[in-house]
């Protein structure tokens, strides 16, 4: 796109200096919310906000905020989704100034405890004519309006989002490819060589037991034979499982994809680890829940825990399936209502599925433990 003179040179060593970061080996949480900060620096913006769009590219299904309190935030409640004038930059992918917002024929107005905001700055987050999302600002300080130059600086900055952003997708779907590929190899090794190795012992072990008649050398042989079985038995149950996660999104693609998505929100990279058969054992209705669990816990996270870092882990075993939720936050209040930080939706769900939730909280962060039966 061409650009218009931005004559101001710390204005430009700044911006190249923001483009020269999506080289650099940060997260994209990390990448997007300093594209937003340097924007509504550069751009002398008193609040700006970053959304990014869903895989229907319908409305939006992250929304970073900077230059708002976090007091405040609490009392907003729910984040845009892509009303308005901000699905606008949806439906219509090309920068928009406003002297007012609240003039404008798409304006919903502000919802409670929202600040008052009139200039309006937005653009699309962009990359090989994909969109991935979009990036505003509102009250121009100093000024009446964002300005041509303004609508410049924050358009390069947001292509620099963008191709962060298509670079981070390119990334997980090749490590997803050489995971499918791990996959298929380690499936067919276990088959062709471990498998059958065992099964050989097992055959020469059942050749000893008859010539051997002290009872106990011959009960530990036969303790040695139930226990091969039992391994054999656990392997083609790793291969099956292996072999069928191709074939569609299990809950390891589903639940990795829903963490990477949010961690733009934490503003931190969530550790994700696994246990147990979570692929097999977990069918599309406990996934749903389980997803919706997830997303109530991390957002939750994201907007009252001021954590710097956090775990999710998914297990299965003994007949349940447990999620547990970790964070190194300020931790819960100690007066609180369930339905304001979403805990009483997660529970309801829990015990619909004959399980429970349980929380552990303190000063120093705050354990979530969704805990079901694989089987209803």
């Known amino acids: 796109m061409p650009y218009h003179s931005i004559e101001d040179p710390l204005k430009l060593r700044r911006l190249l200096e923001a483009v020269f970061l999506i080289e650099a080996d940060l997260s994209l949480p990390v990448l997007l919310r300093h594209s937003l900060e340097e924007a509504r620096s550069m751009a002398g913006a008193r609040y700006g906000a970053l959304g990014v769009l869903n895989d229907e590219r319908t409305g939006l299904s992250e929304f970073i905020t900077t230059g708002v309190e976090a007091e405040t935030e609490r009392a907003i409640g729910e ?136 009872p106990p050398i011959s009960d530990r042989l036969n303790r040695a034979i139930v226990d091969i079985d039992e391994t054999i038995r656990q392997i083609r149950s790793s291969i099956f499982e292996l072999s069928s996660v191709r074939d569609e999104e299990g809950a390891r693609r589903r639940i990795l994809r829903l963490v990477r998505e949010l961690d733009a929100v934490l503003g931190f990279e969530a550790h994700v680890s696994f246990e147990g058969p979570v692929d097999t054992a977990i069918d599309t209705e406990l996934l749903e829940h389980l997803t919706f669990a997830l997303r109530e816990a991390l957002t939750n996270v994201a907007k009252h825990a001021k954590a710097s870092a956090g775990t999710v882990s998914l297990a299965v075993a003994s007949g349940e399936c447990r999620l547990v939720v970790a964070d190194n936050g300020v931790g819960l209040p100690e007066t609180r209502s369930g339905d304001g930080l979403g805990l009483s939706n997660i529970e309801r769900r829990a015990a619909k599925l004959g399980g429970r939730l349980l929380i552990d909280s303190s000063a120093q962060g705050t354990t979530l433990r969704w805990i079901v039966p694989t089987r209803r």
């Open 79 to 214: 984040r845009p989704t892509g009303k308005g004038v901000l699905g606008l930059l949806i439906t219509e992918p090309k920068p928009l100034r406003l002297a007012d917002l609240q003039d404008h024929a798409e304006s919903y107005g502000f919802p409670p405890h929202h600040p008052p905001m009139t200039s309006f700055l937005g653009v699309p987050i962009m990359a090989r004519d994909e969109v991935y999302g979009n990036l505003y600002l509102t009250d121009k300080i100093g000024g009446d309006e964002f300005t041509k130059d303004d609508e410049e600086l924050v358009m390069a900055l947001a292509q620099a989002a963008g191709i962060a952003v298509e670079n981070a997708r390119l990334h997980q779907r090749v490590q997803e490819m050489a995971v499918f590929d791990d996959r298929d190899r380690i499936a067919r090794d276990l088959h062709d060589a471990v498998i059958q190795r065992l099964f050989a012992i097992g055959l020469s072990l059942q050749g000893i037991t008859r010539s051997v008649t002290a």
